[in-house]
């Protein structure tokens, strides 16, 4: 089933055109306007921030935590009860270094707060505490998107793959409209959920 959205696409492949399209005209805006440098890198607020900017014109759930529960594969993210914790709990987690934000990055990845939308908005953010933290951010061109994905899917048990994977594409080309537009694409990282009832748990 396609998502409800603003532009009523019932087409799943459409909208996800439509999605691209939009969100990477956003990211640019986001990029070029200086916006994301006037966020507070690895809060809650800022990743929210970053998704209602992005999907504001498509969901009218952009920058709203989700309120189904949602799977992917085999993986649940954290319960829709328990999600407003768990962004708690993360937002304290520390970030001074490599391999902290990748920690936390991990941790986001886990609680996956908005319905739709979370790989893209969730790279900047993880761009956004490197840079601020470490003068660095991930050059998406050099990461594999199949290593990629299967280094994420493992990552809540052992997260060493994903922050090797990681830390081999730093680069210091901070300010790099390139560099920073690679993580925004979409096609590169599929994104695609399962909703489940809570008394499936």
């Keep these: 089933m396609t998502i409800q959205n603003k ?7 459409e909208l996800a055109r439509t999605e691209e399209k939009i969100s990477k005209k956003k990211a640019l805006e986001l990029f070029e306007g200086g916006k994301l440098d006037r966020l507070q890198a690895g809060t809650y607020e800022a990743l929210s921030q970053i998704h209602a900017y992005l999907f504001r014109e498509i969901y009218d759930f952009a920058g709203e935590l989700r309120s189904v529960n949602l799977a992917k594969g085999n993986f649940r993210f954290a319960p829709v ?19 902290e934000i990748i920690e936390k990055y991990v941790e986001m990845n886990i609680a996956h707060p908005f319905r739709e939308g979370n790989g893209r908005s969730m790279r900047i ?4 505490m490197l840079k601020k933290e470490l003068g660095r951010v991930v050059d998406w061109s050099l990461v594999n998107k199949e290593d990629y994905l299967l280094a994420m899917e493992r990552s809540p048990i052992k997260d060493i793959e994903i922050k090797y994977l990681l830390k081999r594409a730093l680069t210091d080309k901070i300010d790099d409209r390139n560099v920073y537009m690679k993580g925004i694409d979409h096609s590169y990282y599929y994104e695609g959920y399962t909703v489940y009832k809570a008394e499936d748990l």
């Design 125 to 128: 953010w993880l761009d956004l």
């Design 81 to 99: 009860m328990y999600l407003r914790a768990a962004i708690e709990s993360i937002e304290k987690m520390p970030q001074s270094t490599f391999d």
């Design 7 to 13: 532009l009523d696409i019932t087409d799943s492949a």
